[in-house]
């Protein structure tokens, strides 16, 4: 029994929770236990059923990862993804949870600071009232050498580490 030792799950599988089918039930275990869970998704998997399901399974906070403003800035980050299907389901989520009359879960929208997008962190900021998000956070880029050589961490920073601003870190 984990809730005797904590009080908050971080549900991470290493890839997107959302592809989790026993996510729901895992997440309404511990609300039932009152354990406080958090999952952080790309968002692309967030249609409205999803949301609903999401926000009834009593999860207390959810960071949607969004690299940019644009398209062009946060689809050089998350290969594959779709800007505007990923802006609609965070806006969808967020009037989801709004018309449930529901505090929870806490969405915050977290942006990874790069060369791609560190001319748009006032507009990332700014779309916290357009999606109807809790909070806006900013994190620095990290390339590790615990899974690059150091050559490969001097070629990746140069294409993604801002070149500009507080938010530099190789």
Same mark, same amino acid.
């Given at each position: ?28 275990y511990a609300e039932?236990?009152?354990l406080d869970t ?67 879960? +806490?969405? @915050? ?8 997008? /560190?001319?748009?962190? %006032?507009? =990332?900021? &700014?779309?916290? $009232? ?12 990290? +390339?590790? @050498? ?8 001097? /070629?990746?920073?140069? %294409?993604? =580490?801002? &070149?500009?601003? $507080?938010?530099?870190?190789?």
């Amino acid at each position: 029994d984990i809730k005797n030792y904590t009080h908050n799950i971080l549900l991470a599988f290493g890839g997107e929770p959302l592809l989790n089918k026993n996510i729901y039930d895992m997440i309404s275990y511990a609300e039932k236990n009152n354990l406080d869970t958090q999952i952080s998704t790309n968002a692309m998997l967030l249609k409205k059923d999803e949301s609903e399901k999401l926000i009834e399974s009593g999860l207390t906070n959810l960071t949607v990862s969004f690299y940019g403003a644009s398209k062009e800035s946060y689809e050089a980050f998350r290969t594959g993804a779709d800007f505007e299907i990923v802006k609609e389901n965070i806006k969808s989520f967020c009037l989801k949870k709004k018309e449930m009359g529901i505090e929870k879960p +806490i969405v @915050e929208l977290q942006c990874i600071v790069t060369r791609f997008n /560190e001319h748009e962190l %006032k507009e =990332v900021e &700014a779309l916290d $009232k357009w999606f109807g998000v809790d909070r806006v956070r900013f994190k620095s880029l990290s +390339i590790g @050498e615990y899974v690059y050589s150091k050559s490969e961490v001097s /070629e990746l920073a140069k %294409k993604w =580490v801002p &070149a500009y601003g $507080k938010k530099r870190r190789t």
